[in-house]
């Protein structure tokens, strides 16, 4: 049986998206932006359309990377991404453990503390590539709420799962979760 793919409309561009197993009774849509310039371009144009005010933009290491650098370069607002390591140049890094869906183990962001003192005071804005269970955006969170910022929005590209639907959250478009064996439901709109 070959590959499944799930076709989505982005910003106006239209991607298939590999259907991927995460475990016997769920796949997703694998979303990966790294190396589709011309999709980070366009969904960091309409997400910065949405966004509500901000200062600093912040995103967990590593796919929110060229999302984040992007949304920086159209804005001109500095941008931070929370590490997965503490690296040798953080003085004092704090740490927030979170699951994610795709890595299904305890994962630990780290923020140097440089990067919390510019933080300090300052709106951000919280960027991710897909929300689905939202432990990415609440570790992000607590970091940001520890190095004494204020939340002014959340957003993601993608929203899927229980992140359908959330207000606190904006986002261009959705993804289904595909429960089944064989990695299809009825609402895949796959090929």
């Given at each position: 049986m070959?590959q499944?793919?799930?076709?989505?409309t982005?910003?106006?561009l239209?991607?298939?998206?590999?259907?991927?197993?995460?475990?016997?009774?769920?796949?997703?849509a694998?979303?990966?932006?790294?190396?589709?310039?011309?999709?980070?371009?366009?969904?960091?144009?309409?997400?910065?359309?949405?966004?509500?005010?901000?200062?600093?933009?912040?995103?967990?290491?590593?796919?929110?990377?060229?999302?984040?650098?992007?949304?920086?370069?159209?804005?001109?607002?500095p941008?931070?991404?929370?590490?997965?390591y503490?690296?040798?140049?953080?003085a004092?890094?704090?740490?927030?453990?979170?699951?994610?869906?795709?890595t299904?183990?305890?994962q630990?962001?780290?923020?140097?503390?440089?990067e919390?003192?510019?933080i300090?005071?300052k709106r951000?804005?919280i960027v991710d590539?897909?929300?689905s269970?939202?432990?990415s955006?609440?570790?992000?969170?607590?970091?940001?709420?520890?190095s004494?910022g204020r939340i002014?929005?959340?957003?993601?590209?993608?929203?899927?799962?229980?992140?359908?639907?959330?207000?606190?959250?904006?986002?261009?478009?959705?993804?289904?979760?595909?429960?089944?064996?064989?990695?299809e439901?009825?609402?895949?709109?796959?090929?």
């Open positions: 070959g499944k793919y799930y076709t989505v982005i910003a106006g239209k991607r298939d998206l590999p259907i991927c197993r995460i475990n016997d009774n769920l796949s997703i694998a979303f990966v932006i790294f190396g589709d310039v011309e999709l980070t371009i366009a969904a960091a144009r309409e997400l910065l359309k949405r966004a509500p005010e901000f200062d600093v933009l912040i995103t967990a290491e590593a796919k929110g990377i060229p999302l984040v650098y992007e949304m920086a370069r159209q804005s001109g607002k941008y931070f991404i929370a590490r997965k503490p690296k040798l140049y953080m004092n890094p704090i740490a927030v453990d979170v699951r994610s869906i795709t299904d183990k305890d630990t962001l780290y923020l140097d503390e440089r919390m003192e510019t300090r005071g951000v804005l590539d897909v929300v269970t939202g432990q955006m609440r570790a992000l969170d607590k970091l940001v709420e520890h004494g002014t929005g959340q957003c993601a590209i993608l929203a899927e799962g229980d992140a359908i639907g959330r207000k606190d959250i904006f986002y261009l478009e959705t993804l289904p979760l595909f429960f089944d064996s064989d990695g439901n009825g609402d895949n709109g796959g090929k």
